[in-house]
């Protein structure tokens, strides 16, 4: 059963620390996400799990096996980069058997693994094609094939699809979510900085900041309930609207005042010792909706609309100094620039978040 342990598992190159001690349970099976922004160390990560980078501390376990010392070839694991790097004189099929006839593996079982790596991802018509006769996607399609007729335990993917257009990207995340299906008894570790990406594949998202995670849960425990600020603002598009605020009142309940002046009371617990302690309010652009009594949460000025058809997108000054609060409504609006506007929330979709950042959820 080849799940992943990773214990305390740290990076440093020379005397900068990258990784800060990673703790992360992987079970056979899962496709895991990490995301994170750019030089956060997701490749870093990966690429120890794969053996191509020295782990500096801590202990990587594959099938319980400790791995710290096992060379790449004996791990396995596939990994397939963002550049595909197949070999321009070969033929697709050629690509895919070329590791395996390295590995002397016999010919009937390389045709049997390439041919089977091909269905899977559609190539079978295009096996004796030169990759220069292939579109980006079905080369990034091959390069994944190659990885498959590896038989690997593990498959680690970094940013496989950053290379491809928008349209390439979008099918392409369509075939390896198909091929996770296919291959389910396969763990699947895949970074990305796309949410979407990150959002659709993922059983759990790891998101990482600085060397370190922020918190690891399946896409949408993630979107619904932050555990920090940082992963309120990273996932969701657009991010979360943040509003400084002080909490008034504390109980099963909180009630904190934005700036701005307006009291809101929210359904997260908090401690006398919240009172009076400064906090930061959070509510998603898509769940805000036109107020038009005198129940609203704020009011402010329509400074830019983006009418994108599906969607309207608001921002609206004179709340946040300098930061414009986002709405994201369905459709199309009568609304103006100059317009005065009022939104509301539905009290379960607010997030409060504490001076140092942790939600009172948690
Ligand atoms: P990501 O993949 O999340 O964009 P990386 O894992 O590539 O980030 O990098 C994490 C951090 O480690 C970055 O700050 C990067 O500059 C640093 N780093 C990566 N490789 C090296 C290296 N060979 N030497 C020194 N620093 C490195
Ligand atoms: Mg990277």
Redesign the pocket.
Same mark, same amino acid.
């Given at each position: 059963m080849a799940g992943l342990q990773l214990k305390q598992i740290r %990076?440093s190159?020379?005397a900068?620390d990258?990784i800060h001690g990673i703790d992360l349970d992987i079970k056979q099976g899962e496709f895991i996400v990490f995301v994170?922004?750019?030089?956060?160390? %997701?490749?870093?990560?990966l690429?120890m799990i794969a053996g191509l980078e020295e782990i500096s501390g801590g202990q990587m376990y594959i099938d319980n096996e400790l791995v710290n010392e096992v060379p790449p070839s004996k791990r396995g694991i596939a990994m397939v980069f963002q550049s595909y790097a197949l070999y321009p004189h070969m033929t697709v099929y050629d690509n895919m058997a070329f590791g395996m006839r390295i590995a002397k593996e016999s010919k009937e079982e390389i045709d049997r693994r390439v041919r089977n790596a091909a269905e899977i991802l559609q190539l079978t018509k295009y096996l004796d094609r030169l990759p220069k006769a292939l579109s980006g996607g079905q080369r990034q399609r091959v390069a994944i094939g190659r990885a498959i007729c590896r038989n690997p335990k593990v498959f680690l993917f970094?940013e496989p699809l950053s290379n491809l257009d928008a349209a390439l990207r979008v099918a392409t995340r369509i075939e390896i979510a198909k091929l996770n299906e296919a291959m389910a008894d396969t763990t699947m570790i895949y970074?990305t900085?796309d949410q979407v990406e990150a959002m659709t594949l993922a059983d759990r998202i790891v998101v990482?900041s600085g060397?370190h995670i922020e918190q690891v849960g399946a896409p949408l425990a993630l979107y619904e309930r932050p555990d920090n600020l940082f992963v309120a603002r990273f996932i969701g598009s657009p991010a979360m609207n943040i509003i400084p605020a002080t909490v008034t009142a504390a109980g099963p309940q909180t009630t904190v005042r934005l700036a701005g002046g307006k009291s809101v009371t929210l359904a997260v617990p908090s401690d006398a010792g919240a009172v009076g302690k400064a906090a930061s309010f959070g509510v998603r652009p898509e769940d805000l909706v036109v107020a038009t009594g005198e129940d609203f949460l704020f009011e402010g000025t329509v400074s830019i609309v983006e009418a994108l058809g599906e969607v309207t997108l608001l921002y609206i000054d004179g709340l946040v100094a300098d930061e414009p609060i986002i709405a994201k409504l369905p459709g199309i609006l009568p609304v103006a620039r100059g317009e005065r506007i009022r939104f509301t929330a539905d009290a379960a979709k607010l997030h409060l978040f504490d001076e140092n950042g942790r939600s009172y959820r948690t």
């Open positions: %990076k190159y020379g900068v990258v994170g922004p750019s030089g956060c160390g %997701k490749s870093t990560l690429r970094d970074v900085h990482l060397g």
